[in-house]
């Protein structure tokens, strides 16, 4: 990577550290520094290019639409703006803005409509954040800034989706791992990231387990 390639890398890092001041916790700046070290480590074994995979990877939720009343415009823009900015090439800037509108999950039933290995790389290192311990306390932490109940034994998981419903969604947050996080360990891109995915899968079966024991007052 060139000198200057390593400088916007650095000045890209900045600007996200400061537009991310206050997030949500699960996707504050200590998220995107984790898909950023993810995305690094998956790249070792492929052939890509590693400046649109940091920046990606540093781009890829500065305006989730999560919170900006679902809108999914704002993250491009704001990125497509920087990344001028640092005068970044064309090639790259769309680049990047593609693995943006990508990246997300969406419910699981909507296709993406680009590809590319430096998608697939950081694709592979944000669902990563997903799952395992740390996936674990996203979600729940997401779950209590949303207000929703840890656990309805009542309300059951809906596999079935459309990106609507599951951008509406305001189940239990247990009802998660079954619409998303469970899911994740057989849609991962990467050999790396598969490897990697297995094994935190495997966590969250036990905390699950352990949860569902306790919640029924078992020994």
């Not at 060139?2 to 991310?20: A, C, D, H, M, P």
């Amino acid at each position: 990577m060139t000198s200057q390639e390593t400088g916007i890398i650095e000045n890209t890092t900045v600007f996200v550290k400061e537009t991310l001041k206050g997030a949500e916790g699960g996707h504050d700046w200590f998220h995107i520094q984790r898909v950023f070290n993810n995305a690094k480590l998956i790249a070792e074994g492929e052939d890509a290019n590693h400046l649109v995979i940091a920046l990606g990877a540093l781009l890829h939720d500065i305006a989730d639409s999560k919170f900006h009343n679902g809108d999914e415009s704002v993250g491009p823009k704001v990125a497509e703006d920087f990344l001028k900015s640092q005068k970044v090439s064309s090639e790259v800037i769309q680049h990047v803005i593609k693995i943006i509108e990508n990246i997300s999950f969406k419910g699981g039933n909507v296709a993406r409509d680009f590809s590319s290995i430096e998608l697939d790389i950081v694709q592979d290192a944000d669902r990563l954040d997903a799952i395992g311990a740390i996936g674990i306390a996203r979600t729940f932490n997401y779950g209590g800034f949303k207000g929703r109940g840890l656990y309805d034994p009542e309300i059951e998981p809906n596999l079935n989706m459309t990106k609507e419903e599951y951008k509406a969604s305001n189940a239990p947050t247990i009802n998660h791992f079954y619409e998303k996080l469970l899911l994740l360990k057989d849609r991962m891109n990467t050999e790396t990231g598969r490897k990697i995915a297995a094994e935190r899968h495997k966590f969250m079966e036990l905390f699950l387990d352990q949860f569902y024991k306790e919640w029924n007052g078992e020994a």
